[in-house]
């Protein structure tokens, strides 16, 4: 991965289907950043990579994978991850973490 580039960010919020199906669909407001055609992908999570695959068709998603990283990492309904999507020649990498609740700070 010596030639990497970052192509987009977000977050999302994991609901029943992202926890209980092999199917992470992308938000589509980031597709135009993304590569057009299927890749091999890696989703980086805790120092740890998870194989999948980077599909495009009605909806552009994460799978043969996914559901494999949920149930290793114990994420759950309710968690929020960040994204951060990179590409190198070959393949899509999605470094992932949990988006830890803000800090609310009082201004006088």
């Keep these: 991965m010596d030639d990497i580039r970052l192509t987009a960010c977000f977050d999302k919020e994991l609901t029943k289907s992202y926890v209980e199906k092999d199917d992470f669909i992308l938000p589509t407001d980031i597709l135009e950043f993304l590569p057009e055609s299927d890749k091999d ?30 149930d290793a990492t114990g994420l759950g ?16 990498v999605f470094f992932v973490h949990v988006k830890e609740d803000p800090e609310i700070v009082m201004i006088d």
Excluded: P, S
């Design 41 to 70: 992908a890696i989703v980086r999570y805790d120092d740890h990579e998870y194989n999948m695959k980077y599909k495009v068709g009605v909806y552009t998603r994460l799978a043969q994978g996914w559901k494999a990283f949920i």
């Design 77 to 92: 309904i309710g968690d929020v991850l960040c994204f951060k999507a990179c590409l190198d020649e070959n393949r899509i």
